[in-house]
């Protein structure tokens, strides 16, 4: 496939140094099974006795036996190296005993708020953690050192721009570390690459004073980026109607934000003259933060929801008529097809509604542009194009696409990559 007509590529949702860091750490995503999953994770132990086990790309859904290792097999590989073995889309993973201690999870430790530890029906640790309990045992690995951390960004930035072709990258949870490093890495190509970042709302202020410092016409600050629901994988992904195989207590998924907190995180972007990114994948979650943009309305333009990958028929026009821009991964469809169809038989219908929403005014590559996520998925744009034009993986029987009524021409899918004219 190419890209035609289109000024240059944007990938519109990126993690750049997680990206770098993600190559050096053990590949799950050839992976059929559990048992292929402890037989990678004992190699690298073997080959690195004194280091944490750090492992990636995870899917069990799509296995044929949909389970994870157990904490008992993961302690069999090692009881003094903590080992983390990520779901591929980063919000739930696998840890071994000393992993889980060192984040503070033991057999009576209270869930997180924003998070769930896995218990068995005894109420023992299944060593599988969710969103926030997730961040909490990821947080507890020490970071790499500096200069290991550059060389990690680095290796992130060469793969999406020499590899992939991108002209402009965004990064969606920027570190407060990013910009000044991304301005010393986007020097060295001289104007040929945009990156515009991200940091949490959290983080805004003082990235925001910093930003002087380092922002130029290449590397910017784009918004503040909040987190409002997981995922359809872990089914933490915040639903107006429920799973039909939900977490336990969780019959609609988590939301992670309350209607007072997005509206409260639009003000703050606002007063400094940005739009806001929130990540939401239900279809409740897309309504919050349509409702909080409503309500608040900010004078800044360009905010963003991303992922909406579940959205609600009566929400489609509010894109086009609130300013709010859908930065969509549809390459997800691609990998998300089994807990689609095991989490929302009824509602496949609602997922990814492309056409519905260019044909309700937004604009490929304006107000609805694509981007991949990665390291959640590998980025090659060519797979967004496939999702969005056949909504199924190649290997599928056309009968198998979801939501076939909402398939988006080839010309369309790029036009959704690429940077306006204006703008270069
Ligand atoms: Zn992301």
Same mark, same amino acid.
């Given at each position: $496939?190419? *890209?035609?007509?289109?000024?240059?590529?944007?990938?519109?949702?990126?993690?750049?140094?997680?990206?770098?860091?993600?190559?050096?750490?053990?590949?799950?995503?050839?992976?059929?099974?559990?048992?292929?999953?402890?037989?990678?994770?004992?190699?690298?132990?073997?080959?690195?006795?004194?280091?944490?086990?750090?492992?990636?790309?995870?899917?069990?859904d799509g296995w044929e036996e949909p389970?994870?290792?157990?904490?008992?097999?993961?302690?069999?590989?090692?009881?003094?190296?903590?080992?983390?073995?990520?779901?591929?889309?980063?919000?739930?993973?696998v840890g071994n005993t000393i992993a889980?201690?060192?984040a503070g999870f033991d057999h009576d430790?209270?869930?997180?708020?924003?998070?769930?530890?896995?218990?068995?029906?005894?109420?023992?640790?299944?060593?599988?953690?969710?969103? %926030?309990?997730?961040?909490?045992?990821?947080?507890?690995?020490?970071?790499?050192?500096?200069?290991?951390? $550059?060389?990690?960004?680095?290796?992130?930035?060469?793969?999406?721009?020499?590899?992939?072709?991108?002209?402009?990258?965004? !990064?969606?949870?920027?570190?407060?570390?990013?910009?000044?490093?991304?301005?010393?890495? @986007?020097?060295?190509?001289?104007?040929?690459?945009?990156?515009?970042?991200?940091?949490?709302?959290?983080?805004?202020?003082?990235?925001?004073?910093?930003?002087?410092?380092?922002?130029?016409?290449?590397?910017?600050?784009?918004?503040?980026?909040?987190?409002?629901?997981?995922?359809?994988?872990?089914?933490?992904?915040? $639903?107006?109607?429920?799973?039909?195989?939900?977490?336990?207590?969780?019959?609609?998924?988590?939301?992670?934000?309350?209607?007072?907190?997005?509206?409260?995180?639009?003000?703050?972007?606002?007063?400094?003259?940005?739009?806001?990114? *929130?990540?939401?994948?239900?279809?409740?979650?897309?309504?919050?933060?349509?409702?909080?943009?409503?309500?608040?309305?900010?004078?800044?333009?360009?905010?963003?929801?991303?992922?909406?990958?579940?959205? !609600?028929?009566?929400?489609?026009?509010?894109?086009?008529?609130?300013?709010?821009?859908?930065?969509?991964?549809?390459?997800?469809?691609?990998?998300?097809?089994? *807990?689609?169809?095991?989490?929302? #038989?009824?509602?496949?219908?609602?997922? $990814?509604?492309?056409?519905?929403?260019?044909?309700?005014?937004?604009?490929?590559?304006?107000?609805?542009?694509?981007?991949?996520?990665? #390291?959640?998925?590998?980025?090659?744009?060519?797979?967004?194009?496939?999702? @969005?034009?056949?909504?199924? %993986?190649?290997?599928?029987?056309?009968?198998? @696409?979801?939501?076939?009524?909402?398939?988006?021409?080839?010309?369309? @899918?790029?036009?959704?990559?690429?940077?306006?004219?204006?703008?270069?």
């Open positions: $496939m190419t *890209a035609p007509h289109i000024n240059g590529l944007r990938e519109a949702h990126a993690h750049l140094f997680q990206h770098g860091r993600s190559i050096e750490m053990v590949d799950l995503s050839s992976c059929s099974s559990a048992g292929e999953v402890i037989h990678l994770l004992v190699e690298r132990a073997r080959a690195h006795d004194n280091e944490p086990i750090l492992a990636h790309g995870a899917r069990p389970i994870w290792p157990t904490i008992a097999q993961l302690d069999a590989v090692s009881t003094t190296q903590p080992i983390i073995a990520w779901c591929f889309d980063y919000h739930a993973l889980l201690s060192a430790s209270p869930n997180p708020l924003g998070g769930i530890v896995g218990r068995d029906k005894a109420g023992a640790l299944t060593g599988v953690v969710y969103e %926030r309990a997730a961040l909490a045992v990821w947080d507890a690995v020490p970071e790499p050192a500096e200069v290991l951390r $550059m060389q990690m960004l680095r290796a992130g930035v060469t793969d999406l721009v020499e590899r992939h072709g991108f002209v402009e990258i965004h !990064d969606l949870k920027a570190q407060t570390w990013l910009g000044p490093s991304l301005a010393a890495i @986007a020097a060295t190509y001289r104007g040929r690459v945009r990156f515009r970042l991200w940091p949490l709302v959290t983080d805004l202020a003082e990235v925001y004073t910093s930003h002087q410092a380092w922002a130029t016409d290449e590397v910017a600050l784009g918004g503040g980026k909040i987190f409002v629901d997981g995922t359809l994988n872990s089914r933490t992904a915040w $639903m107006l109607h429920p799973y039909a195989d939900s977490q336990p207590d969780h019959p609609y998924g988590t939301p992670m934000m309350s209607a007072s907190a997005i509206e409260d995180s639009i003000r703050q972007c606002d007063e400094l003259g940005l739009p806001i990114a *929130a990540h939401a994948i239900g279809d409740a979650a897309v309504r919050s933060v349509l409702d909080a943009i409503e309500r608040v309305g900010p004078q800044a333009r360009g905010h963003r929801i991303e992922h909406c990958e579940v959205i !609600d028929a009566d929400d489609v026009p509010r894109f086009a008529e609130l300013g709010v821009i859908a930065s969509v991964q549809p390459c997800h469809l691609l990998y998300d097809i089994e *807990a689609l169809r095991r989490g929302l #038989p009824d509602r496949l219908d609602r997922v $990814m509604p492309l056409r519905s929403l260019i044909d309700a005014g937004l604009i490929p590559g304006e107000g609805l542009i694509f981007g991949s996520d990665v #390291p959640i998925v590998r980025p090659d744009p060519a797979d967004s194009v496939r999702g @969005a034009v056949h909504r199924r %993986r190649e290997t599928h029987k056309p009968e198998a @696409a979801i939501g076939k009524d909402q398939a988006l021409t080839e010309d369309e @899918a790029w036009a959704c990559f690429g940077v306006a004219s204006s703008t270069r």
